[in-house]
């Protein structure tokens, strides 16, 4: 099976006709629980990485703001890979073929990756190395922030 002809597979399947054929609200109540998705994630990074370099909550330990704000980082990421996947799902030669999806695509595993080796790490230590966790903090914030912009670059080419 080529890959078109998967991807007209998909696109035939019920779940996929379900979500494109039906009301118009489907599609934008998957859009906007994907970008509410994304704003949980990049909030509860953001919160957690103003700690780590020194500009916010000082008097209160590393771990217990990761151990809370993590909880948000997983569930902005769980409905924003439900949500992309049915969107994907629902219209796949449309997003598959698009250079920005599959930028995005690339970045996401990046983000993915990095947030669980780098930043991980740096949040679970109760002091970590300044320049670590700045570098931490940079890479993790910089290859999420990319993920939505290249996200936001899928409706324009």
């Known amino acids: 099976m080529t890959t078109f002809e998967f991807l007209s597979w998909l696109q035939d399947t019920p779940v996929a006709h379900a979500i494109s054929k039906t009301d118009h609200l489907v599609g934008a109540g998957l859009q906007i629980i994907h970008v509410m998705g994304l704003v949980a994630l990049l909030a509860s990074l953001v ?69 669980l080796a780098l930043f991980r790490k740096t949040a679970s230590q109760d002091v970590p190395s300044p320049s670590f966790a700045r570098a931490s903090v940079a890479i993790s914030l910089t290859a999420w922030f990319s993920v939505a912009m290249a996200g936001r670059m899928i409706g324009f080419i």
């Open 47 to 115: 919160l957690i990485s103003l700690h780590v370099v020194g500009l916010a909550f000082k008097n209160q330990p590393i771990t217990d703001i990761a151990k809370e704000a993590t909880k948000l980082v997983w569930l902005g990421l769980a409905l924003t890979a439900l949500s992309g996947t049915l969107m994907f799902i629902a219209t796949p030669k449309l997003y598959f073929y698009n250079p920005a999806f599959r930028l995005k695509m690339i970045l996401f595993l990046v983000a993915v990756i990095v947030q």
